[in-house]
């Protein structure tokens, strides 16, 4: 009896602590063997302490306790550094203005251009999405190259290696050098089951209401409370519920790596070059050909509906790419 | 000041989180763990940006209708919108970081089987060491 409870506790524990049970099929790393404990260590040359010289006293004492030592400094020392800032930065929100108070600093002058002139400059009903993609359009559009880049550089260092992989193991990688590490097999991606038919039932009635959802989102961007990178992440939830109920081959009919890449990159340029534009005309003072119609309507807002559907598109692509080269390895 | 630091909760509270977010980021020695340490300071960030944003009593940012066919645009009605974009940015740049992050950590723990940074680094040094030592070697022989 008393055995079980140890057995369930320690269960619990591992479980806490993060080294519960996995899948069957992932790769634990053998444990290494038990460092022998100080007092069963083997006997140095001098048999007698006081015969070694101090220096090398001292050594020997560094090489039992060192790491020891080090670590409880160093936790000691991130502690104290830790508790210092927060105490800085205390003092520092103790001086702000006060909270909520509408003479704050915060809202001075740009704002209030922001607010009254927002409206018929962009033809936004929603300020926000006037700001961020009339005002500050270029700011929007490096985030959606930083998201693009980001997973680009994530299926660089994924993909191509999970295809090197298949060919690896090959004897000259191995004499190089490099063998004498036991190295861990490659991670395997848990296949998805395929008999889970309530999941499927689940996602074949949830799916289109939550691309229908995705899609009035990214389209209404500029009237209500969303826009592209909201209404993104709501398609990509869509395309990864998919994956999961169907697999990914179901998905990789319609989206695969070339079609995320020509999506992707589509999108920004068409971004780019109708963003770019709109500014060389404002700078300069043209006449724009965009119309801005009337706020309050779908077809409103100038260029802020497209670019919410080229940042949208480009949002989905990126967040279901991750789930994939994560659990999968590939687009 | 405490009174003070209590009408500022919020971004009091965004401050400790990124000092709990800075010691996770510290102390733990699990990459997956520091990673989590990363991304509660970047929530701390959202937090502070958000109540800095907040005006008492005033609507979300989006115009609304007068009753007679026009839009309400007094700037004394909405609450600043300058912070929602700056969220976003961040938002949009954590998300980038953490899955860079994360993608390096499982090249991580394919060549050298582990997540702990220190276990890593001590495989990496002895790694180092051990081709250094062939190295040695192979000049000797060339040198005899």
Same mark, same amino acid.
């Given at each position: 009896m008393n055995e079980e409870i140890k057995l369930i506790w320690q269960k619990f524990f591992n479980w806490v602590s993060g080294n519960g049970p996995r899948p069957e099929n992932e790769v634990i790393p053998p444990e290494p063997?038990?460092?022998?404990?100080?007092?069963?260590?083997?006997?140095?040359? &001098?048999?007698?302490?006081?015969?070694?010289?101090?220096?090398?006293?001292? /050594?020997?004492?560094?090489?039992?306790?060192?790491?020891?030592?080090?670590?409880?400094? &160093? %936790?000691?020392?991130?502690?104290?550094?830790?508790?210092?800032?927060?105490?800085?930065?205390?003092?520092?929100?103790?001086?702000?203005?006060?909270?909520?108070?509408?003479?704050? *600093?915060?809202? /001075?002058? +740009?704002? !209030?251009? &922001?607010?009254?002139?927002?409206?018929?400059?962009?033809?936004?009903? /929603?300020? +926000?999405?006037? $700001?961020?993609?009339?005002?500050?359009?270029?700011?929007?559009?490096?985030? %959606?190259?930083?998201?693009?880049?980001?997973?680009? =550089? +994530?299926?660089?260092?994924?993909?191509? =290696?999970?295809?090197?992989?298949?060919?690896?193991?090959?004897?000259?990688?191995?004499?190089?050098g490099q063998n004498f590490l036991e190295r861990a097999p490659p991670v395997n991606f848990h296949?998805? !089951?395929?008999?889970?038919?309530?999941?499927?039932?689940?996602?074949?009635? =949830?799916? *289109?209401?939550?691309?229908?959802?995705?899609? +009035?989102?990214?389209?209404?961007?500029? $009237?209500? *409370?969303?826009?592209?990178?909201?209404?993104?992440?709501?398609?990509?939830?869509?395309?990864?519920?998919?994956? /999961?109920?169907?697999?990914?081959? !179901?998905?990789?009919?319609?989206?695969?790596?070339?079609?995320?890449?020509?999506?992707? %990159?589509?999108? $920004?340029?068409?971004?780019?070059l109708s963003k770019g534009y709109s500014f060389f005309t404002g700078a300069n003072h043209f006449h724009s050909i965009i119309p801005k119609g009337t706020i309050g309507n779908i077809l409103s807002g100038g260029l802020i509906l497209p670019l919410n559907i080229c940042v949208g598109l480009i949002v989905a692509g990126t967040l279901y790419g991750f789930y994939a080269l994560f659990s999968r390895g590939d687009i | 000041m405490l009174e003070k630091l209590f009408l500022n909760h919020y971004e009091a509270a965004a401050v400790i989180l990124s000092g709990i977010g800075l010691t996770n980021l510290l102390l733990q020695r699990n990459l997956i763990k520091k990673i989590i340490g990363l991304n509660i300071m970047d929530t701390a960030v959202y937090l502070f940006l958000a109540a800095k944003g907040y005006v008492e009593g005033r609507a979300a940012p989006i115009l609304l209708e007068n009753g007679s066919g026009g839009w309400l645009n007094s700037a004394n009605l909405y609450v600043n919108p300058v912070p929602a974009g700056l969220v976003l940015t961040g938002i949009v740049v954590s998300v980038s970081v953490t899955a860079f992050a994360l993608a390096l950590t499982l090249k991580l723990y394919e060549y050298y089987g582990t997540l702990n940074i220190d276990e890593a680094l001590m495989k990496m040094t002895q790694e180092q060491q051990e081709l250094e030592s062939k190295i040695d070697d192979a000049e000797e022989e060339v040198l005899a």
């Open positions: 063997p038990p460092d022998l404990p100080f007092t069963q260590k083997p006997k140095d040359k &001098y048999t007698r302490f006081h015969e070694a010289t101090l220096k090398e006293r001292y /050594n020997q004492w560094l090489e039992i306790h060192g790491l020891h030592i080090f670590s409880l400094i &160093y %936790s000691g020392l991130s502690v104290l550094t830790c508790i210092v800032i927060v105490c800085l930065l205390l003092a520092t929100v103790a001086e702000l203005p006060p909270f909520g108070d509408e003479k704050n *600093p915060a809202n /001075n002058e +740009v704002i !209030r251009r &922001y607010v009254e002139h927002g409206g018929h400059e962009t033809g936004a009903q /929603n300020i +926000v999405a006037g $700001l961020i993609l009339d005002y500050r359009a270029f700011d929007t559009f490096g985030e %959606s190259a930083v998201l693009f880049t980001a997973a680009v =550089s +994530v299926l660089m260092i994924l993909g191509v =290696s999970r295809r090197n992989n298949i060919e690896e193991s090959s004897p000259d990688l191995n004499e190089s296949e998805i !089951r395929q008999d889970d038919s309530i999941l499927r039932a689940v996602a074949s009635l =949830s799916i *289109p209401a939550i691309l229908l959802m995705g899609c +009035v989102v990214v389209i209404n961007g500029h $009237l209500t *409370p969303g826009g592209g990178f909201s209404g993104g992440a709501i398609l990509s939830t869509a395309l990864i519920l998919c994956a /999961n109920a169907f697999g990914f081959e !179901r998905v990789h009919k319609f989206f695969n790596e070339r079609t995320f890449i020509i999506s992707s %990159s589509t999108a $920004l340029m068409i971004y780019a | -």
